[in-house]
C-alpha cells in the first residue's frame, strides 16, 4: 500500500512538474480538449433536434396515408416524361373511392402557390390547397383556434379558409385572426381555423405553417 501511494505521488509530482514546465503545451492540450468535447455534446444535441423536427414535420403528413400523384415525390425519372402521364380528374377519384374499400377516408387535393394578402400584408409563395371536409381525417392536424372547413361549407362552395400557424403570424400578428378575412387570387376567404405550429423540416412547399386550406370547389374557382 505505501509503495502504491509513493508511486502515485511520484507520477503527480512528475506531472505537474511536466505542466509547468510547459504552460503553452498544457493550455493548448487543455484547449483541444475542451473544444472537441463541446464539439461532441453540440453535435449530438443537434442531431436529436434535427431527429425530432424530421419526426414532427413527416408526421404532419400522416403515417398512415397513401398518396396518389401524378407527380413523383422522389424520383429519378426525367421530369419531362412524367409530364406526358395524364392528370388525375375527378372522374377517377370517384371511381377509387367508390372502390377501395380499406381506407377510412379518401380526398382530392388541388393545389398552387399564391400570394395571400390582409390589407397591407401580404406573404408570397403560399401553399393553397383546396380539398374536402375529409381532407383533416388524412392528416394529424391540431388546430390552435376554430375548427376545420365543414361538408355543408364545401358543397355551398363559401369561401372559408383555414390558416398555417407561420400565415397567421405574419398577417394577423395580434392573433385575431378568426372571423376576419385574407385574399387570395382577388377573393377574399374567411377565416375559420388556425392550426397549431407543426413543424416544417424537409417539407418545402408541404409545410403545413406555410399553408392555406380551403374548400375544392372555392379553391378551383380561385386558383
Not at 189 to 206: A, C, H, P, R, Y
Request: charged share 20%.
Amino acid at each position: 500500500m505505501s509503495r502504491f501511494l509513493y508511486e502515485l505521488k511520484e507520477g503527480l509530482v512528475i506531472a505537474f512538474t511536466a505542466v509547468k514546465a510547459n504552460k503553452i503545451r498544457t493550455m493548448l492540450t487543455t484547449l483541444g480538449i475542451v473544444i472537441g468535447v463541446t464539439s461532441v455534446v453540440l453535435m449530438s444535441t443537434a442531431i436529436k433536434g434535427i431527429d425530432g423536427a424530421f419526426e414532427r414535420g413527416i408526421s404532419s403528413l400522416g403515417a398512415d396515408v397513401l398518396h396518389i400523384d401524378k407527380w413523383e415525390w422522389f424520383s429519378n425519372t426525367d421530369w419531362w416524361l412524367i409530364r406526358k402521364r395524364p392528370n388525375i380528374s375527378m372522374d377517377d377519384y370517384e371511381k377509387y373511392k367508390r372502390l377501395a374499400k380499406l381506407p377510412v377516408a379518401v380526398a382530392p387535393t388541388i393545389w398552387s402557390n399564391e400570394t395571400v394578402k390582409k390589407e397591407d400584408l401580404s406573404m408570397e409563395n403560399i401553399f393553397v390547397s383546396g380539398s374536402t371536409a375529409e381532407y383533416l381525417e388524412t392528416t394529424n392536424f391540431t388546430f390552435k383556434a376554430g375548427r376545420f372547413y365543414s361538408e355543408i361549407e364545401g358543397r355551398a362552395s363559401r369561401y372559408v379558409a383555414v390558416l398555417g400557424s407561420e400565415v397567421e403570424k405574419n398577417l394577423f400578428p395580434a392573433g385575431n385572426s378568426l372571423g376576419n378575412y385574407v385574399k387570395i387570387g382577388g377573393l377574399d376567404f374567411k377565416i375559420v381555423g388556425v392550426l397549431n405550429e407543426q413543424g416544417s423540416f424537409m417539407l418545402g412547399n408541404f409545410n403545413p405553417d406555410r399553408q392555406v386550406l380551403s374548400q375544392l370547389v372555392s379553391c378551383l374557382n380561385t386558383l
